[in-house]
């Protein structure tokens, strides 16, 4: 470890110094004032900028750099448009390029062509640095829409709005027009001209994928929207009614092998459900969404996950738009809520908005099935009871200042023998530019039925409190932060996700960052850190002591590369560890249709089913690519395995292969084949009976158009294969399910 650790610093060293010069800065850090003027003209939206009303408005020039470079001169010449009229705001963009030829744009479905050329607009129609919207166009009319919430310093791109674009490469670059209605975005209502925060936006990937926009960013201040400009202007406009009728219909058709690997495939029968999503601006701040029957189905596979030698619950990420719409404004510092808990709901209601100078969030969903996690200090365990409850969901912040806030949190649910209740307050203090302190405490209580309680040795009435408090300072150079966290034994948030309780837990690091100078170095960007954090259960026995290092380093085709190692001391079931690990990743993107990623473990690891020390080894990677403009191949495998005092406990294999043919921007073929090997030594198991192999795979087949996020029509194909051993008998891969779904959706907009 001592060498690892002085191989960093003498990486670092290299770096450190030429690092170092790029200090002057080219671009001035000032923020712009702009006026937007109606239009009595026709807008139409075709990627050509010859409407009168491009003729007269405002020119607005990408002035900086701002990342990779540092507030400097951009590489290429970029101007923006806006006008408006009383339904919409029209936004166009004439991306110059010096090299049309290199622009890099592929036909793809709608929030997926982050990796392309493209360009936009950011829009805080609130004009208080904390909430925006985002409007992005690839040079071939591909939309993508996301939220930025400047509080919590995050990116939702599950935001969907009905909005229209238009994309076109010419001769001297690209142009991108947009339309997008009042109707899909929220502001205040006013007789009086408002002022909105704005900033215009272009990634150029070429070797570096560079960042353009309007202005300078300071990168000593650690806000966004606080930076942006401002656009006046806007006057008569109104959100209007806002409401949104999307009744769907969806109908499958599965069969079962019951008794695998025996028997045959059952058939369940055809399943035909019709639904209702409804949507009401109850005011221009205010969003009400409801559900009647909803289908809250998912089209998109989870990633493979591995549940092999882990000691808590996986976490999948939510993908349902009922939950997806608004979901930034439940986060918190602690998660105590967590959308996938809900499984198959009857109804869902859920309102969003501002009042005042306060954000409210709420839903209330019925569920057919009770799904629970059962945290420990070392484990938790995850079952579902086949009972129905209703949980409902409060969350309410309040402005504090410019840049701080306050906020509340209720969660409940409720069912036949079954209760949980979380209460709690939370504060997000942003003190300096640089320098944050946020802070949750929660409190629970619950009522289990008596057969969870035996089965999983929990308390049939449980009480307790749980809580955070996290400094962080974030600056050009430097990133520290400190960490403390404090959950009892019997805390239960059972509408988050909070697998682990009975422990306290610090941490403590920091990290510096260099940046090379364009035209100089190699290299755009470098890492140095580390960090030490040590985990306790409530009684003060060690749960886990961590000393960790790492360094990283950015450069051409988009490279990046981290090394990180360090030492942990860890118990488990009584016994103490002492462990070292290293682990690496590595990326590459030697051009815009191909990319790249290996990474890496080698690493003590303590063995989860029989309570001993092992040598782990994984080894992962993959690729992106791009055939032409209109079709995709992903490929991604992973092996892992763990060797113990008398051999090999276990080897697992898994890939993916995922294919996409996108016939234009709103039609869409896509394929699926997800396959999982594992083998196991059942001599080396002491306590569990464990299969010597078990394999899995896992295709689907969809056929998606999108006439935009809520007209949709899908049609399409899954299935599960089984293999490996099965009461003591070796069985090939056998079918143990298929599913043909298809699904219609409508949006009416009034």
Known sequence: MKAFLGALLALASSLALPALAQEAQKVPIKAKQYRVAATSEAVKIDGVLDDAAW??????EFDAETSPGDNIKPPARTVGYMTYDSKNLYVAIHAYDPDPKAIRAHITDRDSAFSDDFTGVVLDTFNDNRRAFEFFVNPLGVQMDLIQDDTNRNEDSSWDAIWNTAGRITDDGYIVEMAIPFTSIRFPKSNEEQTWGVDMVRIYPRSSRRRLGLQGQDRNRNCY????????GFTGI?????????PTITAQHTSTREDFPGGGLSSGGADVDAGLTARWGITPNLTLNAALNPDFSQIEADAVQLDINTQFALFFNEKRPFFLEGSDFFQSPLQAVYTRTVADPRFGLKTTGRIGGSTIGAYIVEDEVTNLIIPGPQGSEVTSLEQKNRAGVFRYRFNVGETSSIGAMLTTRDGDGYNNRVLGIDGNFRITTKDTITGQLLGSRGQYPAFVAAEFDQPGKTSDIGGRLEYR???????WSARYED???EFRADSGFIPQVGYRHANGGAEYSGYGEQGKNWYTRWWLGGDYDWTHEQNGRLLEEETEAWVAVQGPMQTFAQLDGGTRKQQYNGVSFDEKFLNWNGEIRPTGDFYIFLNGKFADQIDFANTQLGDRFNIGGGIRWNIGKHASVDIDHSYDDLDVEGGKLFAARVTQLRTVYQFNIRMFARAILQYTDITRNPALYRFDEVPARSKRVFPQLLF?????PQTVFFAGYS???LGGEFDGVDVGLTEADRTFFVKLGYAWLF
Do not use: I
């Open 55 to 60: 003729k007269t408005a405002q020119p607005m």
């Open 225 to 232: 929207l606080c930076q942006s400009s401002r656009v006046t």
């Open 238 to 246: 109104t959100p209007g009614r806002d409401v949104e009728l999307d």
């Open 473 to 479: 300072h974030n600056s050009k150079h430097w990133f």
């Open 487 to 489: 959950l009892g034994d």
């Open 704 to 708: 998606s158009y999108k006439l935009n």
């Open 719 to 721: 299935g599960t294969r």
